[in-house]
């Protein structure tokens, strides 16, 4: 019979008949969660005890059975349901809170911002995506303060010869993820990364634009087939 169908035949003692200074809910809104110790915060999960052990006297026994917080990882519900205090519920509740954390860190871990502090990181993370695009397409690298790069957006996608650009779509983008400035991308599908007039006219456009927003433009990078181009490194930006 497990812990939960034993209410009403054994005594549970819960959190709340703990000391003050011991109650993990209370220590949490005091010092912060990250305050609380393995079991406490496995105690938090599990509620209450059993048979005159509280929750934070069976999450040490879990913790003991298990070898720590990483052995949770390789432990099934029924492995963990042959601790004493340990039914189908806690033991289910446990392991989503384990594989919560783990899509926690697997999602951080994606979120990890590429660094773009000059010329040579921009064209080492768009060339090999945009080196041999059939058509013009324009991005827009949004950066946070440290010149990391927050995310790539696609601001449009023209035909062989040119992408039609609004800056407005390029500022609506960099303002709704606050990025402290931005680096513009574009393609020449004809291979050649050599600015044209028109590039360089839209570019001055647009770092005016940024300046009166605040929203510096960084530099403009033009991928060519054999090679990239930087308005920083020419002198235009």
């Known amino acids: 019979m497990t812990d939960e169908n034993k209410r009403g ?31 406490e915060l496995l105690a938090v999960i599990l509620v209450s005890g059993r048979g005159g052990e509280t929750a934070l006297q069976v999450a040490q026994k879990v913790l003991k059975a298990s070898g720590g917080l ?3 990882l390789e432990m099934s519900p029924q492995e963990l349901q042959d601790i004493p205090g340990i039914g189908r519920v806690k033991s289910i509740r446990t392991l ?22 000059g010329p040579d990181d921009v064209i080492k993370h768009v060339e090999a995506t945009m080196r041999y695009l059939p058509r013009e397409e324009f991005h827009v690298l949004l950066l946070d303060t440290r010149n990391r790069i927050i995310k790539s957006v696609k601001i449009s996608q023209g035909g062989l010869a040119a992408a039609v650009i609004h800056p407005r779509d390029i500022f609506r983008e960099a303002v709704k993820a606050n990025a402290a400035s931005i680096v513009l991308v574009h393609n020449h599908p004809s291979g050649d990364s050599s600015p044209s007039q028109a590039d360089i006219e839209s570019t001055r456009k647009f770092s005016e634009l940024g300046k009166m927003m605040g929203i510096p433009v960084l530099d403009h990078v033009i991928v060519g087939a054999e090679s990239s181009s930087s308005f920083s490194r020419l002198g235009l930006c």
């Not at 005594?11 to 005091?30: C, D």
């Not at 999602?107 to 502090?117: F, G, M, N, P, T």
Request: aromatic fraction near 2%; proline fraction near 4%.
């Open 70 to 72: 990483k052995g949770l």
């Open 9 to 39: 035949q054994e005594v549970r003692l819960t959190m709340k008949e703990l000391p003050v200074s011991e109650r993990p809910y209370e220590k949490a809104e005091r010092k912060g969660i990250g305050s609380l110790s393995h079991a």
């Open 96 to 117: 989503a809170a384990v594989e919560i954390g783990q899509r926690a860190v697997a999602e951080r871990k994606s979120e990890i911002r590429i660094e773009a502090s």
